[in-house]
Every structure is written in structure tokens, then in C-alpha cells.
């Protein structure tokens, strides 16, 4: 039997844990939502209280990675199943989505703290035309002439 696409076959593979964690990190996102707010109010000299949620906002990404891997048991694929089984597949892209999530929520800090993400590796900080796209070319060893 071959099972299809739908979400609600997907979300039959993933246990309660699993669950838990997606939970877990839209609470985070609403939490990073509100902080962001709260900053864009205040402007660029954040106020302590600000800060002191950006640092909640840390360990609040630590806990999720933790969260998430503690869910999986530290695996993105499970060792008896092929890794192109349908379990295996939407285990991997809920794992890989879960830690997206968490990591998305640290760069969004760095954001409040006005640390610039321009280079990022997830491609979740979209680029500027112009200079920015001839920077990334450049960090890539392309060349125009």
C-alpha cells in the first residue's frame, strides 16, 4: 500500500512529541512577534526590557533545538526504514522544518540586537538588489566582466 501527499497522512507519521515541538515553536514565533514589536517601538537604543526578552529569546531557541532533538532522538531518519520511505521522508522534513523554525527565531533576535544576517546559509534573510546580490556573487567567486 502506497500512501499519497496529504497532511493528513504526514501528520499521522509524527508522534506526540513531535507534536509538542511544532507547538512549542509557534508559541516561540508569537513570543519572537512580540519582541520585535516591542523594539520597533522603541527604536534602535533598545530598552532594557527589551533586551532582557532578546535574551529570553536565546535561551528560548537553545531549549527548542534541544526540544526537537530530544523528539527525534537526535536522528533525522529512522535507522530501520529506508531513507526514501514515506516515513522517512516527512520524519526528515519535519526535523529539518522544526529546526528552520528555531533558527529563524535566532536570526530574527540578531535582527532586534541589530546584528546584520546578510550572510545567511538557511537563505531566510532575503537579499537587497543591487549591491547585496554583487557581495553574495562575490562570497561565491563569481566574477562579471
Known amino acids: 500500500m502506497q500512501l499519497g501527499r496529504s497532511t ?3 501528520a499521522t507519521f509524527e508522534s506526540k512529541k ?3 515541538c511544532r507547538q512549542a515553536v509557534r508559541e516561540a514565533q508569537s513570543f519572537a512577534h512580540r ?3 516591542e523594539a520597533a517601538q522603541v527604536g534602535p537604543e533598545a530598552s532594557l526590557a527589551t533586551r532582557v526578552s532578546v535574551l529570553r529569546l536565546f535561551a528560548l531557541t537553545k531549549q ?3 526540544q526537537i532533538d530530544e523528539a527525534f532522538s537526535g536522528h533525522a531518519f529512522l535507522p530501520d526504514l529506508g531513507p526514501t ?4 521522508r516527512c520524519r526528515f522534513n519535519s526535523y529539518f522544518e522544526l529546526h528552520r523554525s528555531a533558527t529563524r527565531l535566532l536570526l530574527k533576535a540578531l535582527r532586534i540586537l541589530g546584528i546584520d544576517t546578510w550572510d545567511d546559509p538557511l537563505g531566510t534573510v532575503p537579499m537587497q538588489k543591487g549591491a547585496d546580490k554583487s557581495r ?3 562570497t561565491q567567486g563569481v566574477v562579471k566582466h
Do not use: F, K, P, T
Not at 85 to 88: A, E, H, L, Q, T
Open 8 to 10: 493528513v497522512q504526514i
Open 18 to 20: 513531535q507534536r509538542a
Open 35 to 37: 519582541v520585535w514589536a
Open 64 to 66: 527548542l533545538h534541544d
Open 85 to 88: 520511505s514515506m516515513v522517512n
Open 136 to 138: 553574495a556573487n562575490a
